[in-house]
């Protein structure tokens, strides 16, 4: 058979199994292809397909790959399923050796390890977190961030009717604060110049593949590795950038350190999360001083802290752009106010909760039980299958969150009385749910809050008319084309 024949037998493939749809419209389970060509065809917006899916199936429906890839995955939104997975039946969902693999960039950081090494992270972040001048401290460095990057660049762009992309602007806010807040430095991303930033597409490359590997199957792409070509190729450099930037990084603080304990100062350096885990690992164990380990920890915390404050703003900043009462509101709200001081901003409040529900950065999770074990919903699942919550689709589901769940409301969040209402974390998943929520959830409003507040009370700003806003195919829901605007001063 010539490459003709192979490639017309191929078409009149696709085009049989496009012509037998299934009638309910769920994509038909074909012999050999599984619900491959269904998945092709759609991946392009596999958000909102995955919405139309769940709406069809009543919260569960089960994928299924070509037969030799043995590749099964029960997306769910149901929220009993994702209460017993997340918390009541935690023990039997770990992260598991397959999705270490997917994300064996993340190394042995806290995002990717289960049990002793996890609990050990877990509890590093915590007494970094929880040390009683964390707080202050935070809210220093941003007022500080706002002061020296956002606002003069802002009024940069005010003066010179430039465009800007505000999704680019929180990258690097939020970028700046997360290296300052775990290595001690600021690079100063966030500024007039506007320096290159490779880590920043290094980052985002990363981001694409884990997304790919989650949804091709394992030796697709793990051929395509060996091959060294494509997305996996791509991979391979960015992970590169990122190792060359943070070693360095290590490099650095560990002289810092060294020179500070011979001149005998028994204080830290400073308040920042990689001189504690250099104080309390030194000497006690080797992995966990070694630079690999340090490296893996800090890029984890570099994926928690740059992208999903910054996709959050991004959103908020889209939706308001559409919403403009809600935009009054919270301007009204926040007029009067001390930006170091927003707890009482029940309003602005609500429409970040708002904004991460319909567009939620961290868009899917994924697990993969240990044993087998019949769901809540009914459904049977085993250690070969793999189990998948997807957050956007969640937030779309009329049974889940009833008719206007399309709306934008930021009143769905705020009780009679005029506090915040509080929500399931197994309905409202956007932080993550059971013993593995997120820990930088305060964090990340105090920012988000801060920075929302100083845009909104001083300029007024419109995306530009003809830049398409699209949700980006990534395990962090990006805007594709970042979010263009125009910005102006309120007169
Ligand atoms: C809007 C902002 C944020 C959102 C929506 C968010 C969401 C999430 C989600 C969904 C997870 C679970 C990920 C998984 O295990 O697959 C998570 C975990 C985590 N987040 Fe956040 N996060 C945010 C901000 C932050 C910030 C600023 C930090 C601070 C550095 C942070 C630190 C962490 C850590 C350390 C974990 C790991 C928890 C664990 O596995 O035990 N997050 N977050």
Known sequence: MDYLQISLLVISFILLCSFFQNKNNLPTNF????????????????????????ELSHLNFLF????????????????????????????????GPKFNEMLDVLGDGIFNVDFDLWK??????????????????????IEEK?????????????????????????????????CNLIMGYDFEFLCVDWPSTPLSKALDD??????????????VWKFQRWLGVGKEKRYKIAWKKLDDFIYKCIAKKKQEYKDTQELGKNERVG?????????????????????????????????????????????????????????????????????RDLNECVYLHGALCESLRLYPPVVFEAKGPLKSEVLPSGHQVNPNMQIMFNLYAMARMKSIWGEDCYEFKPERWITEKGNIKHEPSYKFLAFNAGPRTC?????????????????????????????????????????KYGLKVKICYIL
């Open 31 to 54: 012999p050999l292809v599984g619900m491959l060509f269904a998945l092709l065809k759609n991946i392009h917006k596999i958000h909102d397909w995955v919405v139309e899916i769940l």
């Open 64 to 95: 299924k790959g070509p037969w030799f890839t043995n590749m099964e995955i029960l997306i769910t939104v149901d929220p009993s399923n994702i209460h017993h997975i997340m918390s009541k039946n935690f023990s039997n969902y770990p992260k």
């Open 120 to 141: 050990y992270h877990r509890s590093m972040a915590h007494s970094f977190i929880g040390h009683p001048k964390f707080r202050e401290v935070l809210v220093e460095k």
């Open 146 to 178: 706002i002061v020296k990057g956002l606002i003069p660049l802002l009024d940069h762009a005010c003066k010179e009717s430039l465009v800007i992309d505000f999704q680019g602007v929180f990258e690097r806010f939020a970028f700046d604060n997360i």
């Open 206 to 219: 990363i981001e694409e593949v884990m997304f790919y590997r989650h949804v091709v199957p394992m030796n």
């Open 271 to 339: 308040l920042d999360l990689l001189t504690l885990y250099m104080d309390k690992t030194q000497g006690v164990n080797v992995k966990n001083c070694s630079d690999k380990f340090l490296r893996d920890t800090i890029l984890n915390f570099f994926l928690a802290g740059r992208d999903t404050s910054s996709t959050a703003l991004s959103w908020l900043f889209y939706l308001l752009s559409k919403n403009p009462h809600v935009l009054s509101k919270i301007r009204e709200e926040v007029y009067s106010k001390n930006i």
């Open 439 to 479: 820990l930088g959830k305060d964090m990340a409003f105090i920012l988000m809050k801060m920075v929302a507040a100083t845009i909104v009370k001083d300029y007024n700003f419109q995306v530009v008319e003809t830049h398409p806003v699209v949700p980006d195919i990534s395990i962090i829901l990006h805007m």
